[in-house]
């Protein structure tokens, strides 16, 4: 094409992009979802948006867990250039709600019924001193262990249940070749296994240590058995351990080359755009111990009140993502369970059934989950992530060490109710 003509072209393109930007209205959306199903999962409510003729502006800041998004979004706050909606999960909620930075979705919530739609638990999490300030799109279970069921077949091994079960699984499957468990050492993925091993000692350790920080709790030898046992399974996870996105792992399963990976099961979508079929290629149990409770997070999107006039375009959004299809659609791709009280169980994987099961069972089967932002505050998960790491990395750091020095954290900072 000749030069004019080409600039003709792009000039008509770009025009009339401009124009049609213009009429819509758009939000720009910050999130942290970037592997293969997060876009996939992203990109449906962006076309059931534009459905609604209002445009989605992608900010998404690639980090696993959303630490360098949440640093993102405080530095855009300061440059007064906030997006209009971000994904902001758990106790960030409040924290922003209570700095009056959040837009209540008192009215949504109203007309769309959500104090019947949503699980009890779902309805707290996104309220803040009586009023609304998110819209919840899908409960993540964090204890899932996922194992391939071809490895498992090969050296004839059930999946196991227990820690103690585990080692002698993961003893068969090195023997044969095989790494028994994919693991990165990223701070978030490292934390996220901790804190299953935690639970794994008992839910009451759990409470205690992570939502309640009872100084007694860090003095528990049950807290010592956690650090060790995360030590000792340094050895089933291949060599070196490397430093790399979850998705990586997920891989490492997917080709058989590791026969399991504790994860949320954000994994489980992962696997299934790759090709796996859940319960042929691929199962997922409870990781080992922890089978009676739903460690769990909870995604959400807030709506920031930077432009008055696009509030209606922002209360469109939190809608949609209540009405029931995107909740069917957008969890299945995505390997969480819809918010519901009363979603379409038949069209879930069996994963997917269990995990709804579970969590809409009690209160007291639902653990929040420390890492992924559920159970206490940022500055102290982000201290506890971050000394977890320090410990999974340095051989050198005793377990009474590590103990004294998270439970120093945890009284360090008082806890903001
Ligand atoms: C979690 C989030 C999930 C998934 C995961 C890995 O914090 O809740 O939706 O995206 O991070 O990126």
Redesign the pocket.
Known sequence: MPLRKALAALCLTVCCGGAAMAREQSLQVLH????TS?RKAVDLIAQRLGEQDIGWRDGMIPS???VGAGIVLRSRMLAKDAPEVAQL?GIVIRDWARLNLLLELDTVAAAGHWNKLLLPTVASTIQYDGHVYAAPLGI?RINTLFYNRKLLARVGQPVPTTWQEFERVAARLQQAGIVPLAQSSEPWQVATLFETLVLAEGVDLYRNLFQKRSAAAYADPRLAAALARLRSTKRWMGSPIQERR?EGSVREVAENRAAMMVM?D?AKGELVVRGLAVDEDFGCAASPGTARYHLY?I?TLSMLGTHPELRPAQEKLAALALSPAVQADYNHI?G?IPVLRNPALAKMDACARASWKLFASSAEAQVPSLV??MATDEIVRDAIVAEVHRFFLDDSVTVADAQRRLGTIASTFTKTK
């Open positions: 942290w979802w970037k592997s997060e696993g867990s959303g999960n993540h979850w949320g954000w997070n995604d995505k969480s992924h932002r």
